[in-house]
């Protein structure tokens, strides 16, 4: 029974997770995403994402980093840095672009 | 003849109805005191705005000053002069009167604020890129001193946080990476001596000097506790307080550190904003041991006294940066909450402080309240306000 029950709930943890990933960001959320990168990310990594008490955000320095490292760093922070974990403000799928735009570098401001 | 006096007549009269009007205007330059201006910084648009408190109002908008993020400004003595700190480097001097840069340096890759000396000869800037601190002549802002912080590597410098001015020109910084606390002395005859103190905490992140110029406070990251330095016993080193606090609990995340700048003293209390918790810490001055805490809305930044000390106003962290919290500093409590929008950023008293401003990034708004009554006076449009500086900051140490 309690067997059932897990894999049930693991079923339905992956279709949360499957419907989740379906379902593109709407473009009123990327703006918003944007605006917290920017003044939020921004106050300690620079609003030109240059660094400050944060590093900098360069995409050219991203490039030694996965796209996994930079989306767990965002998800759980970094312990004993005072990057803080988003986990409990943004989704997987928000974090998700937040790595993939940080890459392509269109936030930065060279 | 007698037809070509008739426009010379028109002409002088003209003439004479602009002469009022040039009695307060020098090349542009109003001629009138400073103690009632101060400047709004428009952080993503790298512009300024000088404003009045006692017109409430606007008197004219300076572009070009780079990345303003985090950047903050110190006044002149005689008022006159607001040197604006950017994100980027850039050291800024700004005419009140003029509305207009007299000069601006790039002086170093990232900075994070600066401090004027006791004589307002020397303006000091805070930098994390390359780390360390830079000395400039208030004047020229020609370079004085280059205080590279401790090394990290070859390349790298600790970090510098929590500058502020001290009695005796000196200027007192903390190293962020290093946990350490640096005592600068400047003279006009010799250059400047350098005390460092060491092991004085893990991640100092900010710094505070008492309005009476006597204790200087690191507030630390990385662990648990405050650190103190006795500027009349200084051969004492640091002292650790509250080191209790919070120990073996568990911290929220912190989104944004809190400032120690707008730390407020009211009378014998003291009230710090607590780092990661929702709380403000109630202090004794003096024996700095912890009367009290007080839960409020969210993470504090800022804990302003209002001049008098009757109130503090706190804003707070994202995503609860929408807030604002008044509390009575005799009673301990919350009196008034108010929610004017998101991204409250700064909050500025009118030097006696009946009024009170607010920058309110995403509504690109100031707005000005009563602290009486809580009366909203006026709205002024402004583009993504961050920090507001009035001009009587030029007389009070630290700040």
């Known amino acids: 029974m309690s067997r059932t029950i897990y894999i049930s709930l693991l079923s339905a943890l992956f279709l949360a997770q499957q419907c989740t990933a379906a379902a593109p960001l709407s473009d009123t959320r990327k703006a918003e995403i944007g605006h917290i990168v920017q003044q939020d990310c921004g106050s300690c990594h620079g609003l030109t994402l240059k660094g400050g008490l944060g590093p900098s955000l360069d995409p050219a320095r991203l490039k030694q980093y996965s796209s996994g490292f930079l989306e767990t760093t965002i998800l759980h922070g970094r312990p004993g840095t005072p990057m803080p974990p988003w986990g409990a403000l943004l989704t997987t799928d928000e974090i998700h672009y937040i790595a993939t735009q940080l890459r392509s570098g269109v936030w930065y401001v060279p | 003849m007698s037809h070509n006096l008739i426009p ?143 090394a990290l590597s070859k390349e790298k410098y600790s970090r510098t946080v929590g500058l502020v001015d001290a009695p005796g020109n000196r200027f007192i910084y903390s190293l962020f990476d290093t946990g350490e606390t640096w005592v600068v002395e400047m003279d006009e005859e010799k250059p400047p001596t350098i005390q460092k103190f060491t092991d004085i905490g893990i991640q100092p992140y900010d710094g505070l000097i008492t309005p009476d110029g006597r204790t200087y406070i690191a507030g630390l990251f990385g662990e648990d506790g405050l650190t103190l330095f006795d500027l009349w016993n200084l051969e004492k080193g640091a002292t650790r307080i509250l080191n209790h606090y919070g120990r073996g609990e568990q911290k929220l995340p912190v989104y944004k550190m809190p400032h120690l700048e707008g730390w407020a003293q009211a009378g014998a209390r003291t009230f710090l904003p607590a780092v990661g918790r929702h709380e403000l810490l109630v202090i004794n001055t003096g024996s700095w041991d912890e009367v009290g805490r007080i839960a409020v809305h969210s993470q504090p930044v800022f804990a302003m006294s209002r001049p008098d000390g009757r109130q503090i106003w706190v804003n707070f962290a994202f995503p609860h940066n929408d807030t604002l919290q008044v509390i009575d500093t005799q009673s301990l409590e919350i009196i008034h909450q108010m929610q004017p929008g998101k991204g409250i950023l700064h909050m500025e008293f009118t030097p006696r402080g009946e009024e009170v401003w607010v920058s309110i990034r995403d509504k690109n708004r100031i707005d000005i309240y009563n602290t009486e009554t809580f009366e909203h006076i006026k709205s002024l449009p402004a583009e993504t306000p961050s920090g507001i500086f009035f001009t009587h900051r030029a007389g009070q140490i630290g700040l």
Do not use: M
């Not at chain 2, 990345?67 to 005689?78: G, K, M, T, W």
């Open chain 2, 8 to 150: 010379l007549k028109r002409c002088l009269i003209a003439l004479l109805s602009l002469i009022p009007l040039l009695a307060f205007q020098v090349n542009g330059c109003e001629i009138r005191g400073t103690g009632d201006l101060g400047i709004v910084i428009e952080r993503a648009s790298g512009s300024i705005q000088v404003i009045n408190t006692s017109q409430r109002e606007s008197l004219g908008r300076i572009e070009g000053l780079g990345d303003l993020s985090h950047a903050s400004a110190v006044f002149s003595r005689d008022g006159r002069y607001a040197y604006i700190f950017g994100r980027d480097g850039g050291l800024s001097k700004i005419d009140l009167l003029c509305n207009n840069i007299v000069k601006r340096v790039i002086q170093g890759g990232n900075s994070i604020g600066g401090a004027i000396s006791q004589n307002g000869r020397w303006v000091a800037v805070s930098n994390y890129e390359p780390g360390g601190v830079r000395i400039f002549n208030s004047d020229s802002l020609e370079l004085v001193a280059d205080i590279p912080a401790t």
